[in-house]
């Protein structure tokens, strides 16, 4: 089991450019979610989907970030245009079906916007 | 709605201390509560949780918690500290039954451990 992988781990990049953060899931898990993590706001839950389909996106903060899943085993996140204020640690996560399930983390995207 | 409050922003301890994070929850019906750990550089990583039944759960790396419905509460412990448990810790709410899997996290309790 490899985890939960994401990258690129590092992202620098300027204020009005197009940011694509990527995860890859566990195998087999049925949920994926996508977190923010930043020291003012703590960890907050952006959207997630159930078997591909976004479920609840209530958390992306505005119409500059979307996101896509096209098959289970891949997922991005994209913010266009990016802008300083998205500095912040971009978590994904995966589980299995079920509310009993926990969350596996992957390592994260720090992106810096400057 | 969930709420989470994490009451301590900073800990530290001596190794071989113990040792208690607290964690105060809002949730109008029973919760499902978590906690897991970060280390710097990493994602979280679940320590424990508890869904229902005995109120005092086990974890691992040697962690337990406390579910007290009365104070709202679901503390983390520790008999003896080691210096590798320097980290992050969060708590966590979700929501019981219905359709939407919602995790609420605390703004976390970052611990040091002295020597």
């Known amino acids: 089991d490899a985890g939960v992988i994401q990258s690129p781990r590092h992202e620098v990049t300027e204020m009005g450019q197009e940011v694509t953060l990527r995860c890859k899931p566990i195998?087999?898990?049925?949920?994926l979610f996508w977190y923010r993590q930043t020291m003012m706001r703590g960890l907050e839950l952006l959207i997630y989907f159930n078997n591909n389909v976004p479920i609840d996106d209530s958390g992306m903060p505005e119409d500059r970030f979307s996101a896509k899943m096209p098959n289970a085993s891949f997922s991005t996140l994209k913010i266009q245009p990016s802008e300083p204020r998205d500095s912040a640690v971009y978590f994904c996560a995966s589980s299995l079906v079920g509310f009993n399930s926990p969350l596996h983390f992957g390592n994260g995207t720090r992106l810096t916007v400057t | 709605a969930q709420s989470v409050t994490q009451p301590d922003i900073h800990i530290t301890v001596s190794e071989g201390a113990s040792l208690e994070l607290r964690c105060n929850y809002s949730?109008?019906?029973?919760?499902?509560l978590f906690w897991y750990v970060q280390s710097p550089g990493q994602g979280l990583q679940l320590l424990l949780k508890y869904f229902s039944g005995d109120t005092l759960v086990q974890g691992i790396k040697g962690f337990e918690a406390e579910f007290k419905r009365s104070q709202s509460s679901f503390n983390l412990r520790k008999p003896s500290v080691h210096w590798s448990d320097a980290a992050e810790y969060f708590c966590a709410v979700g929501r019981s039954g219905g359709s939407n899997y919602k995790l609420t996290f605390g703004k976390g309790t970052l611990l040091t451990v002295n020597p």
């Open positions: 195998s087999g898990h049925d949920y």
């Open positions: 949730y109008g019906a029973t919760p499902y």
